[in-house]
């Protein structure tokens, strides 16, 4: 699949006097896996929400499924899925409950809601919990859940925001044949992640730090650009260069 799935130009979210996204710039291929890496507090959430069109950027332009973020954020929930950090389930809803009111918020017609759902409980193994109150599941099932919910009005572009935060690696590493599964199927991914070993798993990595972008390309191109061990190596390194300038 070919054309631009995202492209940002000089993005700037301030809060106050806190720069907290510092004017990136990037583009995301449809039906790319990219992933956005950074610690906790480099700005990688803000970032994603300026993308979604839940957060206005301070300054800076851009376009997600064609859409202008700064005047047609209301287009792009449209076109977009979106699973945060916190899942966003309702917890005293049951999973089959949870789609049905997302399917709602998008104005699904109740047989397209039913088709979604078993097609989705199949893909993402959900049948044994869909109705099952959310509150009650472990970790892994509201992830999967969530990202049901993401999935249910068949949405170009994807946006995941630590997803696999506090699973094991064996469900992470089901979560990631799931992602590639709907990347070949031509969905976009943008995902953001501080496992090194998942940014393996993207065809395009950017490293941020303090709001800005330090790095940009393809995991083991960089790592033989800056002649590092692995991608964790690289990434300590990069950090610890910005600290000390």
């Known amino acids: 699949m070919t054309g631009t799935a995202v492209e940002i130009k000089s993005l700037t979210k301030r809060f106050g006097v806190f720069t907290a996204v510092d004017s990136i710039s990037l583009t995301v291929n449809r039906g790319e ?9 480099a700005g990688k959430t803000t970032a994603i929400r300026m993308l979604c069109g839940l957060l206005l950027p301070t300054s800076g332009e851009g376009r997600v499924a064609g859409f202008d973020i700064n005047r047609q954020f209301e287009n792009i929930k449209k076109n977009i899925g979106y699973m945060s950090q916190k899942f966003s389930l ?38 044994e919990f869909i109705d099952r109150q959310a509150g009650s599941l472990p970790t892994g099932w509201r992830q999967r859940l969530a990202l049901g919910a993401a999935l249910l009005h068949k949405p170009e572009i994807l946006f995941l925001d630590e997803p696999t935060g506090g699973v094991d690696p064996v469900f992470r590493r089901k979560f990631w044949n799931i992602l590639y599964t709907l990347a070949d199927e031509g969905v976009t991914i943008f995902v953001t992640t501080h496992y090194m070993d998942e940014a393996e798993y993207c065809g395009r990595i950017s490293i941020m730090h303090r709001g800005k972008i330090i790095e940009l390309g393809k995991p083991f191109e960089l790592i033989a650009r800056h002649q590092a061990e692995n991608l964790e190596s690289l990434f300590i390194d990069l950090i610890k260069k910005q600290e000390t300038n």
């Open 90 to 127: 309702y917890t005293d809803l049951t999973g089959r409950e949870n789609l049905f009111f997302y399917g709602s918020v998008y104005n699904l017609e109740r047989p397209f809601i039913n088709e979604r759902i078993s097609v989705l409980s199949g893909r993402l193994e959900l049948k």
């Open 33 to 41: 896996i990219f992933g956005f890496l950074g610690a906790n507090g």
